[in-house]
């Protein structure tokens, strides 16, 4: 099994409350969905991407690593930025 492979392995169902749960680990930059929440922390403090925050900053071609760094996107608090996917339809 490839390490990709092994990453989206389903995890066990719980139950909470009468409710079944599963959780199915995917990198935000795989997932479709009509709408995605990705944490960028404050810039001054959070310099480096990693895992999920990466994979969706190369999706949009580093464009938000570009924003970033032209300070047109700070990641502050409250701050908010919307990005539409290239292949937007």
Not at 1 to 23: C, D, I, N, V, W
Not at 77 to 87: H, K, Q, V
């Amino acid at each position: 099994m490839s390490a990709t492979q092994e990453h989206k392995t389903k995890q066990p169902f719980h139950t909470y409350k009468g409710l079944r749960l599963q959780a199915i680990p995917v990198s935000p930059s795989e997932a479709e969905s009509p709408l995605q929440v990705v944490c960028f922390f404050d810039q001054t403090k959070n310099q480096n991407y990693a895992g999920g925050t990466e994979l969706v900053d190369q999706k949009f071609g580093g464009a938000i690593r570009k924003l970033r760094a032209e300070d047109h996107f700070r990641g502050e608090l409250l701050e908010t930025l919307l990005l539409t996917p290239p292949n937007h339809e």
